[in-house]
């Protein structure tokens, strides 16, 4: 595609139900990464998959949080049990292998009522 | 392991101002080196990039120099407009960690007329 679509691009659920948010990265890409960013704060990453390795899963805050990438292509990031803590902005981004530029989408937006 | 420091803002200037958003990095070998920016309601951009020691990015008047002896990247731009206004993100990538991004924690600027 044109670029890293993600979507919802907007989410509002209720405490302790599972959402899931999906990634399409840009057609090629090998690297995804998943970085969350709450309101008026950085980037807090959460995982890289990069090709057919084992993903990074270091930032990933909780055993609530999974993510899954399929193909090499699409993923999907869920998130068990959702607390208001987890409330925040997601963003996902693609690259190509190597040190290369890395694009992101737009976010989804992510409300725990 | 790899990381990037940036100075914690937020931080106001006055139209035509000198900007300088200091970014430090900590990394074996040899990384590429990104600032990224976000302007409000949207997603996150390349600003500019350098790929090697001695390097200087540079995009819409804003300039980063590659600084190996003293683990920098500054970002700077002599004359600061109001469009200007955003969140910048200064990131590595490296070889040696799979060319995952690691970025910092941002800086917001705000530019008043």
């Known amino acids: 595609g044109a670029g890293v679509s993600q979507s919802p691009s907007n989410k509002v659920t209720e405490k302790g139900k599972d959402v899931e948010l999906r990634c399409d990265p840009i057609s090629g890409h090998t690297a995804l990464y998943w970085y969350r960013q709450s309101l008026g704060q950085g980037l807090e990453f959460l995982i890289y998959f990069q090709g057919n390795s084992a993903p990074d899963k270091s930032g990933l805050p909780s055993d609530r949080f999974s993510a899954e990438r399929t193909g090499g292509s699409v993923s999907t990031l869920t998130i068990q049990r959702t607390q208001q803590e987890d409330s925040a902005v997601y963003l996902c981004?693609?690259?190509?292998?190597?040190?290369?530029?890395?694009?992101f989408g737009q976010g989804t937006r992510l409300t725990v009522v | 392991g790899n990381s990037v420091t940036q100075m914690e803002g937020p931080v106001t200037l006055s139209e035509e101002a000198f900007l300088t958003i200091n970014c430090t990095y900590t990394?074996?070998?040899?990384?590429?080196l990104f600032w990224y920016v976000q302007y409000p309601g949207e997603g996150l951009q390349l600003l500019l990039k350098?790929?090697?020691?001695?390097d200087k990015g540079s995009n819409k008047g804003f300039e980063a120099t590659y600084r190996k002896e003293t683990t920098s990247f500054h970002l700077e731009k002599g004359s600061v407009q109001v469009s200007d206004s955003a969140v910048y993100f200064c990131?590595?990538?490296?070889?040696?960690?799979?060319?995952?991004?690691?970025f910092g924690t941002g800086t917001s600027l705000t530019v008043i007329p």
């Open positions: 990394a074996t070998g040899y990384p590429s």
């Open positions: 350098a790929t090697k020691a001695d």
């Open positions: 981004a693609s690259s190509l292998t190597g040190a290369t530029e890395a694009f």
């Open positions: 990131a590595l990538s490296a070889a040696n960690t799979g060319n995952q991004f690691y």
